[in-house]
DNA sequence: TTGTTATTGATAATCATTTTCATTTATAAT
DNA sequence: ATTATAAATGAAAATGATTATCAATAACAA
């Protein structure tokens, strides 16, 4: 549990600084429920930080982006959603997403696989096409057992 | 060269009409390069067909998605882009995007490995979360040589 | 404590996409 | 070929997510 700390220190390291809708929006982005959206995010911190404008919301969110915090990325319906990068490896997954009821799971299966491919396509990728990668995704579309 | 015809005959077997606009944008699609944005198919109708409405481009777009002629995805700007989808498998691709220009590059390197490993996944997920899988999508991101 | 400057929040502006609805048109039936 | 019907279209307005503006506030270094 690195606790909430680590993050001000982060953020101090980065020239930004720590303050309450930021805590409360990395807090959110913690404890609740993955992939939500900007209106979500908003909605869930009136308890913590009543007042807090959804314009702060975005700008926090393109902060933690910009900074590596947060995967931001587009689920078919028209808003965007964010979820919190974990460290290392064992947080690496991708999405399967359900194109009826929006329905997003995340899955870590032959992550080992994956990677071996990914880093093989990265490499002849970015020699063939002079690309400097630096992510990647991969989604499964379909439907989930309630929607099929 | 399987012509403009094959189109109104797949047109008529799912009870749609063949309208001028739908011919021109289908030839739209099929001539130009790919990842057309809606705003940039409607740009180039003119020629062929002035008087065509951007609504008629989108709702256009929207059934040849669901007749599944169309793919569409989002390429990280704020635009949704569509691209043909071709018949068998020597057509599936992938794509590179840098994250600053918004290039977008095709790739099929490695499609025979990716196929098998997406089988692999799909079996997988598909047995587990109870998930009907349709379709995947894989992108690279990054920084185009110019950009870099 | 104070000064500087990043950050915030209310509001308005953008911009892609969707809705509405009256008119046109493809197509099947006559 | 004419006609009837419902699908398709286009102009305009509506929606909804995201971004820009700008004056007020607050973090934090000195
Ligand atoms: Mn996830
Ligand atoms: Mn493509
Ligand atoms: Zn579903
Ligand atoms: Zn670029």
Chains 1, 2 share one sequence.
């Not at 902060?63 to 959603?81: E, I, T, W, Y």
């Not at 460290?87 to 009821?101: K, P, S, V, Y």
Request: aromatic share 8%; net charge positive; with cysteine.
């Amino acid at each position: 549990m690195p606790g909430g700390h680590q993050w001000r220190h982060r953020f101090r390291e980065n020239a930004c600084r720590w303050t309450m809708p930021r805590e409360v929006i990395l807090d959110v982005l913690s404890r609740a429920s993955r992939h939500m959206s900007a209106k979500e995010i908003y909605a869930s911190l009136y308890a913590a930080c009543p007042g807090t404008g959804l314009t702060t919301v975005y700008r926090t969110l393109e902060l933690l982006q910009r900074l590596g915090f947060v995967r931001k990325f587009d689920a078919g319906d028209g808003q965007s959603r964010y979820e919190l990068r974990g460290e290392g490896t064992q947080d690496h997954h991708h999405h399967l997403i359900c194109t009826r009821c929006g329905k997003i799971i995340d899955f870590r299966d032959f992550i080992e696989e994956e990677l071996e491919l990914v880093k093989k396509t990265e490499d002849a990728l970015a020699k063939k096409h002079n690309f400097q990668i630096l992510d990647h995704n991969i989604e499964f579309l379909g439907l989930c057992d309630k929607c099929r």
